[in-house]
């Protein structure tokens, strides 16, 4: 079944340290895979995906598909950049499109 | 310029009751989703609909059902409404599982 580990709950960095949210998945095909952030009292958003090779707000994530991680990387991280960060992974090519969800990591960027 | 709308964000039920939680979107996306988020636990697929009148079991299905009798509206049923079912509930819909969710803002529900 495929799976999607975050193994920190809670991630705590100061400003302008660089900063890496872990991703773990287990899927032996080729998986679509996310980031959804969710700052206080804001909805569930789309923060970057793979397929789009974009950087979003400074913050990029590589997919290894050897190490099957997609970690989110940030080299100096802001304030504003507390909140809660969710890998997600879908199957490419699936019109459904089920998302899988990480349990969330919770980033805290202290001044 | 909101897309997904829940239609409450706050609802405090007594246990036993039958609860609805309506969901709207305005994109004409084929796939609906409900998902309730506990801390700890992160969001769990309840159901998902991909078409009118089509549902499938998400991987917490129990003592929930849904309906879609249009396409932009996904309504997610608690038959009776149990303290177990205080959770924050996110409804989001998708066109395509690579264009990623657009989600609602949530509805928080307290069972008393």
Known sequence: AQRVTQPEKLLSVFKGAPVELKCNYSYSGSPELFWYVQYSRQRLQLLLRHISRESIKGFTADLNKGETSFH?????????DSAMYYCALTLYGGSQGNLIFGKGT?????? | DVKVTQSSRYLV?????KVFLECVQDMDHENMFWYRQDPGLGLRLIYFSYDVKMKEKGDIPEGYSVSREKKERFSLILESA???QTSMYLCASSLTGEDGYTFGSGTRLTVV
């Open chain 2, 13 to 17: 039920k007594r246990t036993g009751e």
């Open chain 1, 72 to 80: 989110l990387k940030k080299p100096f991280a802001q304030e504003e």
């Open chain 2, 82 to 84: 149990s303290t177990n």
């Open chain 1, 106 to 111: 919770k980033l805290s960027v202290k001044p």
